[in-house]
């Protein structure tokens, strides 16, 4: 079964700076990989995903997320955060079969706070 | 881009009650929807899977007779929380899967379940 790992519960970052979220996965195949953002009491926002092909993948509001096999990895990247980035984020893999018939498996969340 | 709409957002029952959750594919048809469940702070947890015409396939430890769920076309899938209790208040987001374009995997906005 894939499991989904962020080792971050909390993450302050000062507006204006660099940020990155980890992420690692466990998963026997080629996965399906994908970065979710939730507001409070909100559903979720696809940030990014990465099926196939180029492992830099872009995405919304400025954020990237880059694809390691060897490490396992598909780390959450911006080059500079803005207060309204606060938010919990989610890292999720699906199966890389191509078979929607899965359900994602996701981490336990970052929860993302922006300092003036 | 791909929709999908989730009624309604929050909803307070008495305990011995049931709920009706709806989420709908607004603009394509969903392959195969997900219903999942969120408690405060944490992730989401895969609760069950459902495709169009068949009955749904629930996740190890959810109880199918208290978490009905259908899926009577390719727009529309329904849970239903029978004889709801305080322990099932909780966060419950529905997501459409489709294999046409890039819609992948689309959340509806979630419904805020409080039992009392």
């Known amino acids: 079964a894939q499991s989904v790992t962020q080792p971050d519960i909390h993450i302050t970052v000062s507006e204006g700076a660099s940020l990155e979220l980890r992420c690692n996965y466990s998963?026997?195949?080629?996965?399906?990989l994908f970065w979710y953002v939730q507001s409070p009491g909100q559903g979720l926002q696809l940030l990014l995903k990465?099926?196939?092909?180029?492992?830099l993948v872009q995405g919304i509001k400025g954020f990237e997320a880059e694809f390691k096999r060897s490490q396992s990895s598909f780390n959450l990247r911006k080059p500079s955060v803005h207060w309204s980035d606060a938010a919990e984020y989610f890292c999720?893999?699906?199966?890389?079969?191509?078979?929607?018939?899965?359900?994602?498996?996701f981490g336990k969340g970052t929860h993302l706070i922006i300092q003036p | 881009g791909a929709v999908v709409s989730q009624h309604p957002s929050w909803v307070i029952c008495k305990s011995g009650t049931s709920v009706k959750i709806e989420c709908r594919s607004l603009?394509?048809?969903?392959?195969?929807m997900f219903w999942y469940r969120q408690f405060p702070k944490q992730s989401l947890m895969l609760m069950a899977t459902?495709?169009?015409?068949?009955?749904?396939?629930?996740e190890q430890g959810v109880e199918k007779d208290k978490f009905l769920i259908n899926h009577a076309s390719l727009t529309l899938s329904t849970l239903t929380v029978t004889s709801a209790h305080p322990e099932d208040s909780s966060f419950y987001i529905c997501?459409?899967?489709?294999?046409?374009?890039?819609?992948?995997?689309?959340f509806g906005s979630g419904t805020r379940l409080t039992v009392v």
């Open positions: 997501s459409a899967w489709t294999a046409g374009g890039n819609y992948g995997y689309t």
């Open positions: 999720a893999v699906g199966a890389g079969s191509g078979g929607g018939a899965d359900g994602l498996t």
């Open positions: 603009d394509f048809q969903a392959t195969t």
């Open positions: 990465y099926f196939s092909g180029d492992t």
């Open positions: 998963y026997g195949a080629t996965p399906y």
């Open positions: 459902s495709n169009e015409g068949s009955k749904a396939t629930y």
